[in-house]
């Protein structure tokens, strides 16, 4: 495992980008951690869950821990695939496209709605295919 998603299992959205992650995840470098399963305050009591609720959150093998966009340009990465993320962390367009990612993250269940008609996941998870 070279990086831990802790992603919020509820948003349809959230779910999607994360089995998309693991479909192209062919070498197991990524593990997810559902935000919404029980105890997970005691299995990371590193990560605040309620901060983690609300800008996604990751850390990698050495325990470093990434957040918003970093975690996305990263997980991708590691994949190989979607290399354009990459240009969300030119210092030119940072700053925005992290503003931009803070309004999504806000409204992740608002605009799940808008895109997929479901704006929470069947008995808070959406299953990850």
Not at 53 to 78: F, M, P, R, S
Request: with cysteine.
């Amino acid at each position: 495992m070279e990086l831990r998603i802790f992603y919020d299992s509820a948003c349809p959205l959230c779910s999607n980008e994360m089995a998309q992650l693991k479909k192209h995840d062919r070498l197991h470098k990524i593990e997810l951690a559902d935000l919404n399963q029980d105890n997970f305050e005691e299995k990371y009591p590193h990560i605040d869950l309620s901060v983690a609720n609300n800008i996604l959150h990751a850390e990698t093998n050495d325990g470093t821990i990434l957040t918003g966009l970093d975690v996305t340009a990263k997980a991708w990465a590691l994949t190989g695939k979607h290399k354009w993320i990459q240009l969300l962390r030119l210092p030119c367009v940072k700053p925005f496209a992290d503003i931009a990612y803070r309004g999504f993250a806000k409204n992740r269940y608002q605009i799940s709605y808008l895109l997929t008609g479901q704006q929470r996941c069947e008995d808070g998870s959406c299953k990850l295919k």
